[in-house]
C-alpha cells in the first residue's frame, strides 16, 4: 500500500482575516503542518490542492486574490504537487485522480477544510473510488451551521461529519494516533516523527 497525503483547501481565506474564516482553522494548520513534515521526511507522495471559486455569487476564493494562496502553514515545496478545483470533491474536473495514479497511491491520508464539505465529499468519492483513507481528525476544521431556527456549533458539525465517514468510508484518527499506528508499520522511531 502506497500512502499519499492530500491537503485540502488549506488556504488563506479559511485563517483569520480572510474572507470566510473557520473555527478551529489556525490549530487545523499546525497539525495539518506536522503531517506534511512527516511526509516530507519519509518521502511519500504529497498533494496540496487549492479551490478557486468560479460560481456565481461565491464569496470568498477569488481567483488572483491573497485568499486562494496555500496557508503559510503548509506552504509547498518546489516540486510537490498542486491541483486546483472549483467544487468541493477534489476529484471533480481535477487532475487529482491521475495525479495519484501516476504515483501509485491506494491509501489517502485527508487534512484540510470544511470537515462537513470538501473532506466529506472527498472521502466519500474515494471509497467509490476503491482507495483507502485515513482522516487527521485534529487536523481539519469547519463552522457553524444553520438550519432554519436551529444553530449547530462548529464543534458538532466537525464532530458529526467525522463520525459520519468513520469506520466505512475512511478510518479516522487523531495526528497522535496516525504517527503512532504509522511508526509502528514503519519500524520508525516515534521521536523522529514528532519533531
Known sequence: MTSGL???????????????ELEGSIEAGIQA????????????????????SIRPGATFFFPNTPGIEIHASVQPLPGE????????????ASTLKSELDAAGVDHLVVCGMMTHMAIDA???????DGLQVTVIADA???RSLAFRETVVSAEYVHTASLATLNYLFAI??????????????????LSAISS
Open 6 to 20: 492530500v491537503l485540502i483547501d488549506i488556504q488563506n481565506d479559511y485563517f483569520p482575516s480572510g474572507k470566510f
Open 33 to 52: 503542518g506536522k503531517v506534511l513534515a512527516f511526509f516530507r521526511q519519509h518521502h511519500l507522495p504529497i498533494f496540496h490542492v487549492q479551490h478557486i
Open 81 to 92: 504537487v498542486i491541483i486546483q478545483k472549483h467544487h468541493p470533491n477534489c476529484f471533480r
Open 122 to 128: 472527498t472521502v466519500r468519492v474515494a471509497y467509490d
Open 140 to 142: 481539519c476544521a469547519t
Open 172 to 189: 479516522v484518527q487523531t495526528l497522535d494516533e496516525f504517527i503512532q499506528h504509522t511508526a509502528a508499520n514503519l519500524s520508525v522511531p
